[in-house]
């Protein structure tokens, strides 16, 4: 059983910055995926930044530069920087890890970002 640890968020003005870090335990961490979903009120969850399981970065097309992936699988560690927050940004974001081996997702409880002035 793989635990998700997940610190950052908070209140943030628009145009201004924060970071998210997710830090995984409890599991063998070869062939896994970890990565950062978000939801919004009344909207899915989506993708927003995510190590794929060779170790490759995919993003959003709304991160537009504005946000890095750090870390990676083989540190169990990642960390999302977030600059130029926008109000549309605000939401609940998840920390995903992929378990490749056994084909299983496991989710963080969420943090929440909330940008308004």
Same mark, same amino acid.
């Given at each position: ?11 943030? !003005?628009?145009?201004g ?8 335990s ?15 009120t ?27 992936l750090?870390?990676?699988?083989a540190?169990n ?29 496991y989710?963080? !409880?969420?943090?929440?970002v909330?940008?308004?002035?």
């Amino acid at each position: 059983q793989v635990q998700l640890v997940e610190s950052g968020g908070g209140l943030v !003005q628009p145009g201004g910055s924060l970071g998210l870090s997710c830090t995984a335990s409890g599991n063998d961490f070869s062939s896994s995926a970890m990565g950062w979903y978000r939801q919004s009120t009344g909207k899915e969850r989506e993708l927003v930044a995510t190590f794929t399981v060779s170790g490759n970065v995919n993003y959003a097309d709304f991160v537009k530069g504005r946000f890095t992936l750090s870390g990676g699988n083989a540190k169990n560690t990642i960390f999302l920087e977030v600059k130029y927050l926008k109000p549309e940004d605000a939401g609940v974001y998840y920390c995903r890890y992929y378990d490749a081996r056994h084909d299983r997702i496991y989710w963080g !409880q969420g943090t929440q970002v909330t940008v308004s002035s």
